[in-house]
């Protein structure tokens, strides 16, 4: 990690919202470019840069905010166990639709830095939950399958019970979008020419 020279130079200012926390209240580094041998990220009101050398994987992922969105981020981890979160996301962390645009573009302005400068073969591409994680994820889904969608089919098929069917509807409503989540968030490696769209 070193100083570097201001936003936009020799690359594309991507106006994203940057942490290295797995969570904050309000995001407040914003600004990311992918120059020819190095990331540079606003940090504290400047900048800072970390060299593709440094870079030992990047990982996309996708999260279902309930009633609001999904949130796609970028995880890049380092060499001295550091990892930065490029997300799509307001500084509220609620997902912005000109934000997703801003990261559809960085993910694609990155990928191609990668590779044109050597550093993607040095470089491990993954996609989605870690496998130990989408293991924990799948056993979640059917506990919350069963007690949200289950268990009011079997009250309804005891009792005949109209309200039983909607609470049926509702824990459908509610479990879907992680079941959506949790397909696109199968673990895979991927080619850094053709990152995969999360979204989609």
Do not use: W
Not at 62 to 78: C, D, K, S
Not at 114 to 140: D, E, H
Not at 172 to 194: C, E, G, H, T
């Amino acid at each position: 990690m070193t100083n570097a020279e201001p936003l936009g130079y020799m690359g594309v200012n991507h106006p994203l919202y940057v942490t290295s926390a797995n969570f904050v209240l309000r995001l407040k580094d914003k600004g990311v470019t992918a120059g020819p041998d190095a990331l540079v990220v606003g940090r504290n009101g400047g900048t800072v840069s970390y060299p593709y050398s440094s870079i030992v994987d990047v990982n996309l992922l996708l999260n279902a905010i309930p009633r609001v969105g999904y949130m796609t981020q970028m995880i890049i981890r380092f060499r001295d166990g550091k990892r930065l979160r490029i997300l799509n996301t307001d500084a509220g962390g609620t997902p912005d639709a000109d934000q997703t645009q801003h990261y559809y573009r960085f993910k694609a302005d990155f990928h191609q830095r990668l590779v044109a400068s050597g550093a993607a073969s040095n470089i491990t591409f993954t996609s989605g939950y870690s496998p130990g994680r989408a293991r924990v994820v799948k056993v979640i889904m059917a506990i919350a399958a069963a007690f949200f969608v289950g268990t009011p089919i079997i009250i309804f098929a005891m009792t005949g019970e109209a309200e039983a069917l909607l609470i049926c509807l509702a824990g459908l409503a509610f479990v879907v979008p992680f079941f959506r989540v949790s397909q696109r968030n199968a673990p895979q490696r991927y080619d850094p020419r053709s990152p995969p769209d999360m979204l989609d």
